[in-house]
């Protein structure tokens, strides 16, 4: 028989709890006209996390990224990415550096995976083919140089912890609760090429670690209102056979 006004409740090992109002129908019939009182228990299986990281790809397809982002990355401030002093004489700068980011492109596809844990929902979004801008400025033997330079990545994995709570008009509100981004196979170019092999290791480090604390918060604001809309898209409404 259909039931209405179902509470469905998740309750995670931590002992977090999300609940939701559902239509559980289990087949073709009329809705009920009493709310029903007695309770519904779910088990929801990871098949239906893979569903939602489907809904959450083309969700996140239908998101212009690159624009907040770059927004954002040109507000940036400049930061210091290698400082090396010589042996001698004192005050000697063997080589230093100075990133002023200036742009970040990126395949428009995001891979999205997601795992429930005990305390949120862990999302790990997976973009590809980036390349980071900047100009560059430092000390080089103690001497002043300017260079313009560009980081190619293979492949970012942004890890974001998330929390998703059911608010009183039913529509579903995510936080960050974590965020951490790691630099996949990052490869350098330098336009006027004036610096050193050995700075170049220096150099390529401090610029990836730079930059996964700074856009990693960046990248990881765009996923909650997408997210959400894509939760918001998912009808209250479920087929018994898929959900044991």
Same mark, same amino acid.
């Given at each position: ?12 090992? @931590? @002992? ?30 990871? @098949?239906? $996390? ?9 969700? %996140? ?44 492109? $990126? *395949? ?14 862990? %999302? ?10 900047? *100009?560059?400025? @430092? ?17 970012? *994995? %942004? ?9 009183? *008009? ?19 170019? %330098? ?54």
């Amino acid at each position: 028989a259909p039931f209405t006004h179902t509470i469905a409740e998740v309750t995670a090992p @931590g @002992g977090a709890r999300a609940a939701r109002g559902l239509t559980i129908v289990s087949n073709a019939g009329e809705a009920a006209d009493a709310i029903e009182n007695d309770a519904a228990a779910l088990t929801i299986r990871q @098949g239906l $996390f893979d569903d939602l990281e489907t809904i959450l790809d083309q969700a %996140l397809l239908a998101v212009d990224l690159s624009a907040p982002i770059n927004t954002a990355i040109g507000q940036i401030p400049a930061f210091e990415v290698a400082n090396i002093p010589a042996p001698f004489p004192p005050g000697f700068i063997a080589f230093s550096a100075t990133v002023d980011p200036t742009s970040l492109t $990126f *395949d428009p596809g995001v891979d999205t995976n997601i795992t429930p844990t005990a305390t949120a929902l862990e %999302l790990t979004a997976t973009l590809n083919n980036l390349s980071f801008v900047f *100009d560059l400025s @430092g000390l080089l033997f103690n001497q002043p140089y300017t260079d313009t330079g560009t980081l190619a990545v293979t492949s970012a *994995d %942004l890890t974001v912890g998330l929390q998703t709570v059911v608010q009183p *008009d039913g529509t579903f509100a995510t936080t960050i609760t974590s965020t951490q981004l790691a630099l996949n196979m990052p490869s350098l170019t %330098l336009a006027n090429g004036t610096i050193p092999a050995t700075f170049l290791t220096p150099l390529v480090g401090g610029l990836t670690t730079g930059l996964e604390a700074a856009l990693g918060p960046i990248i990881a604001a765009a996923i909650p209102p997408a997210l959400d809309t894509a939760l918001n898209a998912i009808p209250q409404s479920f087929d018994l056979g898929g959900i044991t």
